[in-house]
Structure formats: C-alpha cells, structure tokens
Nanobody, 123 residues
C-alpha cells in the first residue's frame, strides 16, 4: 500500500496559478503510474492528468493546455502545475497510483489515493 499526501491547494483568483504536490511513501513511487483527479461538489471524480509506466503524460480535456504534470524523483513527488485557473476548476484534487496496464482515465484503476487538497478559484 502506498501512502500519498497532496498539498498546494488554496484560494486563488481566476487567471491565477497553483502548483499541487503529491508525495509518495515508498521508493517505488517514482516508477508507479499515477494520476490526478478532481471532484467538484455534487459531481463525480473527474480525470485531470496522468503518467504512464514509461512516463508518457495524458491530460483530460477540461484542463488541457493549462496544466503540466511532472515528477521530481529525488523528492518522490509528482506535481500538477495549473495555470489560467477558472471558477469551474474549483474542487478537491486527488492523486492516486494504479497498477501497470490499467487505464489511466478511470478512477476505478487506482488502488491508493491521497486525502485530497482543496482548490478554490474565485471569479
């Protein structure tokens, strides 16, 4: 089991930026496929971005062009850089890890999740 901890959320004005972090508890975290999802109040969890096992990146349509997912292996941390934020980006952002071979875009593929970090974008 992997312990994950997100941070970096907060309140930001529309057009602003935030960088979310996800720290993993085990050494193999650096090689695990992982992803970011978000959940707005009253809505289902939505795919945002992911790494494959060979470090290919994928982005969901809702934030594509405004986000970048990247990894710092020395810190066992995965980041989500978010720019040009909009009010509709408000929600709780979660990172998760999944076994190799499972589809990156499905939350059911992920076996471990962090507790989430709240992002609020004011218009």
């Amino acid at each position: 089991q992997v312990q994950l901890e997100e941070s970096g959320g907060g309140l930001v004005q529309a057009g602003g930026s935030l960088r979310l972090s996800c720290v993993g508890s085990i050494g193999t975290f650096n090689t695990l496929p992982m992803g970011w999802f978000r959940q707005a109040q009253g809505k289902e969890r939505e795919f945002v971005a992911a790494f494959s096992a060979n470090e290919v990146t994928y982005y969901g349509d809702s934030m594509k062009g405004r986000i970048t997912i990247f990894r710092d292996t020395a810190k066992s941390t995965v980041y989500l850089q978010m720019n040009s934020l909009r009010a509709e980006d408000t929600g709780v952002y979660y990172c998760g890890v999944r076994p190799v071979g499972r589809p990156y875009f499905s939350q059911g593929s992920y076996t471990d999740w962090g507790q989430g970090t709240q992002v609020t974008v004011s218009s």
